[in-house]
């Protein structure tokens, strides 16, 4: 089977043409560097997500927030609820953990603005 998609890896935003067989990612082409081939054979196999948000706080206004790192994409609704249903304690600074384990994925959940 072959899938076409774009690339969000770099501002490229190169078409791939991506061979697949199996859920596996065989061949890639049209990629103008590595990232590409990489998001290509993760998208196929395990497509991946950052989650930026904003979460209530116990001062009134809400936080910025986002994943430390990418979440399985069939959980983003899952981490999005968890961050809803959280009330960050202020003073919050930037990097600060806010949900350990969002939504049982094993990724924490961070602030992206120092708040008071």
Avoid: H, Q, W
């Avoid at 078409?15 to 067989?21: A, T």
């Avoid at 596996?24 to 196929?44: D, L, Q």
């Avoid at 009330?87 to 990724?107: L, S």
């Amino acid at each position: 089977m072959t899938r076409n998609m774009t690339c969000i890896g770099c501002p490229m935003g190169c078409d791939l043409i991506v061979e697949v067989e199996n859920g596996v990612a065989v061949s890639v082409t049209g990629n103008s560097c590595g990232i590409g081939k990489k998001y290509a054979e993760t998208e196929v196999a395990a497509p991946t997500r950052m989650v930026t948000s904003t979460a209530p706080s116990d001062g009134g206004g809400p936080v910025p927030v986002r994943t430390r790192v990418a979440v399985p994409k069939d959980k983003i609704f899952d981490v999005v609820a968890d961050i809803k249903a959280t009330v960050v304690k202020r003073p919050v600074a930037i990097g600060d953990v806010v949900i350990e384990d969002a939504a049982g994925t094993g990724v924490p959940v961070i602030a992206t603005k120092a708040v008071e």
